[in-house]
């Protein structure tokens, strides 16, 4: 199909002698919204690191919008468009809210003025004013992860990766990610890494379960969620 | 401002210490402002400093011994040195060394001079007409003269006019670089190295151009160096010169832009004052100041007065503090 924006073929990734993922095959269309899950050592964060290309895959081949991205480094592959979100919060702790956000800005604006614009639209879109001038590491933790949306979202990705989005966050921070991540989602394609059930029932996705590095099922978050396998594999006998 | 305000402290200091201390302290400070930069705003940890700063001093020497004036020599200096970081720091970026690794590189590359250099007496070791001179160095090269005029040499008062007048040049430019969008992203890049690339940042580029850039600062200071000494020796490359660099760095305060450059004047004054009694060896009271300043100062001299100007004006408005403490952050 035309609207394939990423892909991969017989993806695998070994650590010494165990295969953390293994040929796996995947793709994903423009604006699809897909959820990965699995039991921990499943191989999807591996998976994850590997499309950002943190991590180099030992076998297969990327393929982001019919481009050949495999093995290329983590800068190349986010200046094709593609926004990442580590699992950890990844800010410039030391900086302000502004000056973080005027760092995305910059990258995809040469024009200072034009970057400036950007910068004051992000903070007006995700009301960040009253903390623009605030240094990131001192904010809580729900307002670091929005300013690093922010980052995300200034360099306008068609495609958006994020490890464990809502990890740590309250109930209402949870509220205010699945706004931004809709809204996101009207542009974009995204493949989120996650554990929380019922913050993938909220966003209401396809989910792709892996299991011992490869992928188990792929299916609708319902359909999922009853079938009997993945019972047994990631929610436990007894669930 | 801060260059307006260094123009007369330039000026008036002449009537307190004499000239020729006043220009290596003008040198020094050039030296730490180069390792301020790269360490300070740049993230990156190099204990090799005065390799750069040697190399300059080594290659304005040759160069000027070989060319027969003083011009092209100092431009020779600083493309030499600068040409040499660009080669290791792209090997040491492009090879993703970590800070560790980098920190112990750079100090290795260092003590490598230093024995190369110690090693280059005799007719074997010779660049062009310059005598390499093992362990005594080279002396008797052209030193600075007027641009066009090798009869005008520049000396003494007027060699401390201008180191100071290069110094106020060099914090003009630095300012600028770290106001400019390199410079911001270098400063990202320090904060969060992951998160840059992330956003699609060159990291290893851009860290390979700000290391040089530090170290053609370092090698211009090199050669004025060469010219207020009249020699160059291999303790240039030396284990002591590499460590005082850091040390003027930690007790100004990096981060800071001034820090350096204060921390380079202040200390090496003290070193010339220490030097002149034999009651106290004086590497023990360097030593000591730092450990007083890394405890009770960790941020160094200049972020803690000025954090005091700022408690001792309160009114200062909110958004003018914030700004200040992105620009010392």
Redesign the interface.
């Known amino acids: 199909m035309s609207d394939i924006v990423l892909e991969t073929s017989g993806l695998s990734r070994h650590f010494g002698g165990v295969a953390a993922l293994d040929n796996v095959d995947f793709s994903l269309r423009a604006r699809e919204l897909r959820c990965l899950i699995g039991p921990n050592g499943a191989g999807k964060s591996t998976f994850f690191n590997c499309l950002?290309g943190?991590l180099r895959p030992s076998d297969g081949h990327i393929f982001m919008r019919g481009e050949e991205t495999t093995g290329w480094?983590?800068?190349?592959i986010?200046?094709l468009g593609v926004g990442?979100k580590?699992q950890v919060p990844?800010?410039?702790?030391?900086?302000?809210v502004r000056?973080?956000i005027?760092?995305?800005a910059?990258?995809?604006h040469r024009q200072?003025d034009h970057?400036e614009r950007r910068t004051d639209e992000i903070i007006a879109r995700l009301s960040l004013g009253p903390i623009s001038?605030n240094?990131l590491g001192r904010l809580a933790h729900g307002e670091r992860q929005q300013v690093e949306f922010g980052?995300v979202m200034t360099?306008d990705p068609w495609l958006v990766l994020l490890d464990e989005p809502a990890a740590g966050m309250s109930p209402e921070d949870m509220v205010r990610i699945s706004e931004i991540l809709r809204e996101l989602n009207d542009t974009a394609a995204m493949i989120i890494v996650e554990h929380d059930m019922q913050f993938i029932r909220s966003i209401a996705s396809r989910i792709t379960v892996f299991h011992q590095g490869r992928v188990l099922v792929e299916d609708d978050v319902e359909r999922v969620m009853s079938n009997p396998t993945v019972r047994d594999v990631y929610l436990g006998r007894t669930a | 401002m801060m260059a307006a305000a260094a123009v007369p402290i330039a000026l008036l200091l002449p009537y307190v210490i004499d000239t020729y201390t006043l220009t290596v302290l003008a040198i020094y400070a050039m030296l730490a402002l180069s390792l301020g930069l790269v360490w300070g705003y740049g993230g990156i940890l190099c204990f090799g400093q005065a390799a750069f700063f040697g190399l300059g001093a080594y290659g304005y020497a040759v160069g000027a011994i070989n060319i027969g004036e003083s011009t092209i020599a100092m431009v020779v200096a600083v493309a030499a040195s600068a040409a040499f970081a660009a080669i290791l720091g792209a090997m040491m970026f492009y090879g993703r060394l970590g800070d560790v690794y980098l920190a112990i590189i750079t100090l290795v590359v260092t003590l490598i001079l230093y024995r190369f250099m110690s090693s280059t007496a005799g007719d074997a070791y010779v660049i062009g007409k310059a005598r390499l001179g093992g362990f005594n160095g080279i002396p008797g090269f052209p030193t600075l003269h007027v641009p066009g005029d090798p009869s005008a040499y520049i000396w003494g008062d007027a060699l401390y006019y201008l180191c100071a007048a290069i110094l106020v040049l060099v914090l003009i430019l630095v300012k600028l670089l770290l106001s400019s969008g390199f410079g911001r992203i270098a400063v990202g890049i320090r904060e969060n190295e992951t998160r840059m690339s992330l956003l699609g940042y060159d990291v290893r580029a851009r860290k390979t151009l700000l290391f040089t850039i530090g170290a053609a600062v370092a090698a211009l200071a090199g050669a004025l160096f060469a010219n207020w000494g009249e020699i160059v020796t291999p303790r240039l490359f030396g284990l002591t010169q590499s460590a005082e660099i850091i040390i003027w760095c930690i007790v100004g305060g990096f981060g800071t832009r001034l820090g350096p450059v204060l921390g380079a004047a202040s200390m090496g004054y003290l070193k010339f004052l220490l030097g002149q009694q034999s009651l106290i060896d004086n590497t023990l009271v360097m030593g000591l100041i730092l450990i007083l300043v890394v405890l009770f100062l960790p941020r160094g001299l200049v972020p803690a007065l000025a954090g005091l100007w700022d408690a001792a004006w309160q009114r200062v408005p909110a958004r003018r503090v914030q700004r200040r403490r992105r620009d010392l952050v």
């Open positions: 950002t943190l480094p983590v800068h190349r986010a200046s990442i580590t990844s800010v410039m702790d030391g900086l302000t000056e973080n005027w760092l995305s910059s990258r995809h200072t970057a001038h240094l980052l360099g």
